[in-house]
């Protein structure tokens, strides 16, 4: 049910619901006392009241506790993950990352200077087209979309390989589009590949 009382414009015009509903609550306060001629009975139910009010305080302050170890086991198992987790704006501009994924783009010790960079900046200039498309993809359905074999620029000297998955959802707070990323390193496996390839084109070799 809505409440009676509309959202105030102004100071005054919240003074004046507050005084309302004091005379609201005050009333069926009165009310309530009158129903009890036994100042004994009145007593009674008020102390019932009571335990009900502090034993709904302490059901609330379990289901807190709760949410809060729950919390914290969703945060160590998407920081220890295997693959890197990632979320991006709708720009594709890094709004948050697990530790793998800072791995992944070069930054495992200052994990926060990637943030608010572009994810391109961290993919190959010869993927660069393909990050681009693939993200507009993502951004155009509302199904998880999945580019294979991205190369990402790094700082070492053997490349880094991932496949991306990825889907666009609408944050529950600001209401913002965002990007659900998830990368998986591939890079062993498109060596061994590369490998079978060119003993097969160069036997011997």
């Given at each position: 049910m809505g409440s009676q009382f509309?959202?105030?414009?102004?100071?005054?015009?919240?003074?004046?619901?507050?005084?309302?509903r004091l005379a609201a609550a005050s009333g069926a306060a009165l009310a309530a006392v009158a129903a009890y001629d036994d100042p004994v009975r009145l007593v009674h139910e008020l102390q019932v009241h009571q335990i009900e009010l502090q034993m709904q305080n302490e059901a609330l302050t379990e289901a807190l506790q709760q949410a809060d170890v729950l919390r914290s086991k969703y945060q160590e198992l998407y920081e220890s993950a295997p693959v890197g987790y990632l979320t991006l704006d709708k720009d594709g501009v890094l709004v948050e990352l697990n530790e793998r994924a800072a791995a992944l783009l070069g930054a495992r010790e200052s994990r926060a200077s990637v943030l608010g960079q572009p994810l391109r900046k961290f993919v190959s200039p010869a993927c660069g087209q393909r990050l681009g498309d693939f993200l507009q993809a993502v951004l155009n359905s509302s199904k998880e979309v999945q580019a294979d074999q991205l190369e990402l620029s790094g700082q070492g000297v053997i490349p880094t390989y991932v496949d991306a998955r990825a889907q666009a959802s609408s944050s529950s707070a600001s209401g913002q589009t965002l990007i659900r990323l998830v990368l998986v390193d591939v890079t062993a496996l498109r060596?061994?590949?590369?490998?079978?390839v060119r003993h097969l084109v160069a036997p011997g070799a």
């Open positions: 509309a959202r105030p414009s102004s100071f005054a015009d919240l003074r004046q619901q507050a005084e309302a060596m061994a590949r590369d490998d079978v």
